[in-house]
């Protein structure tokens, strides 16, 4: 399983994009950080009670290990929706969030960061037009097809052609431990043609969501090849020494940090 660390912080990273010298990737774990329990340790997000104080320093933390200068993120005000926001410029201290669930940029100076506790990363990397997206995929961004919108947005702003995109769908809950109500259940059914797959039903009967193969699914009728795309296949769920799950903490957990820059 493909892992870097340094001292103390410790984060995954796609083999797909292993050899793209230019491009920092990473879906940071919960260690190395500063913050107390229940959000122990690398918390990045003051909206689930932790301090400003800790998640300030669990970035500059995060920042000095993947080699980032200290204003370069961008990060947004995530809201399960289809908004895609391209950026020139990082969001400087004190500037309002903007609200969205899919960032890109083709500018080195912005490091995208989003966050997650089970919902699914995606990275994508335009290798030919220097261009990235990063993108924030629950169950409602996965059945309103969020990344499709990301990947339309790219092939606008940078001329991305989707047959010579990166892609790579992270760390996230896996189907097994994803149950979902009916009513989710019937809108996949509904939005999605070759759903049979997309959903189980285990011993109680309930309907479990696969969101790693839905959105891989949606990569490929963007126009994406197969073989450029990599799905970490690591449940969040399953490893709670590593990573922040919702679902697994009922609720009562932190956020990981998903990090995509261009490398100067």
Same mark, same amino acid.
């Given at each position: 399983?493909?892992?870097?660390?340094?001292?103390?912080?410790?984060?995954?990273?796609?083999?797909?994009?292993?050899?793209?010298?230019?491009?920092?990737?990473?879906?940071?774990?919960?260690?190395?950080?500063?913050?107390?329990?229940?959000?122990?340790?690398?918390?990045?997000?003051?909206?689930?009670?932790?301090?400003?104080?800790?998640?300030?320093?669990?970035?500059?933390?995060?920042?000095?290990?993947?080699?980032?200068?200290?204003?370069?993120?961008?990060?947004?005000?995530?809201?399960?929706?289809?908004?895609?926001?391209?950026?020139?410029?990082?969001?400087?201290?004190?500037?309002?969030?903007?609200?969205?669930?899919?960032?890109?940029?083709?500018?080195?100076?912005?490091?995208?960061?989003?966050?997650?506790?089970?919902?699914?990363?995606?990275?994508?990397?335009?290798?030919?037009?220097?261009?990235?997206?990063?993108?924030?995929?629950?169950?409602?961004?996965?059945?309103?097809?969020?990344?499709?919108?990301?990947?339309?947005?790219?092939?606008?702003?940078?001329?991305?052609?989707?047959?010579?995109?990166?892609?790579?769908?992270?760390? $996230?809950?896996?189907?097994?431990?994803?149950?979902?109500?009916?009513?989710?259940?019937?809108?996949?059914?509904?939005?999605?043609?070759? $759903?049979?797959?997309?959903? $189980?039903?285990?011993?109680?009967?309930?309907?479990?969501?696969?969101?790693?193969?839905?959105?891989?699914?949606?990569?490929?009728?963007?126009?994406?090849?197969?073989?450029?795309?990599?799905?970490?296949?690591?449940?969040?769920?399953?490893?709670?020494?590593?990573?922040?799950?919702?679902?697994?903490?009922?609720?009562?957990?932190?956020?990981?940090?998903?990090?995509?820059?261009?490398?100067?």
């Amino acid at each position: 399983m493909p892992f870097d660390r340094n001292d103390t912080i410790e984060w995954y990273f796609f083999d797909l994009f292993a050899e793209e010298k230019g491009l920092i990737q990473a879906v940071m774990t919960r260690k190395g950080g500063i913050s107390p329990h229940p959000w122990a340790s690398l918390n990045m997000a003051t909206s689930v009670g932790d301090s400003r104080e800790n998640v300030l320093e669990n970035r500059r933390r995060i920042q000095q290990a993947l080699g980032l200068q200290k204003q370069w993120f961008f990060d947004v005000w995530q809201v399960h929706g289809i908004n895609v926001i391209a950026t020139r410029s990082p969001r400087l201290p004190g500037e309002p969030h903007q609200k969205a669930d899919a960032i890109m940029t083709d500018h080195s100076e912005v490091a995208l960061l989003m966050l997650f506790a089970d919902c699914v990363p995606i990275f994508l990397y335009d290798p030919i037009h220097r261009a990235i997206a990063l993108v924030h995929a629950g169950w409602q961004g996965t059945i309103t097809r969020v990344v499709q919108h990301a990947v339309l947005r790219m092939k606008d702003q940078y001329g991305t052609k989707p047959q010579d995109l990166l892609a790579g769908v992270g760390p $996230s809950i896996c189907q097994k431990h994803y149950e979902v109500g009916e009513e989710v259940a019937e809108r996949v059914r509904t939005e999605f043609q070759e $759903s049979d797959d997309l959903l $189980s039903y285990p011993e109680n009967g309930r309907a479990h969501f696969d969101l790693w193969q839905a959105n891989r699914q949606i990569l490929l009728e963007c126009g994406l090849q197969l073989h450029h795309i990599q799905v970490a296949e690591v449940c969040t769920v399953e490893d709670s020494s590593r990573w922040y799950s919702h679902r697994g903490e009922r609720g009562k957990t932190g956020r990981f940090g998903a990090v995509l820059a261009l490398r100067q």
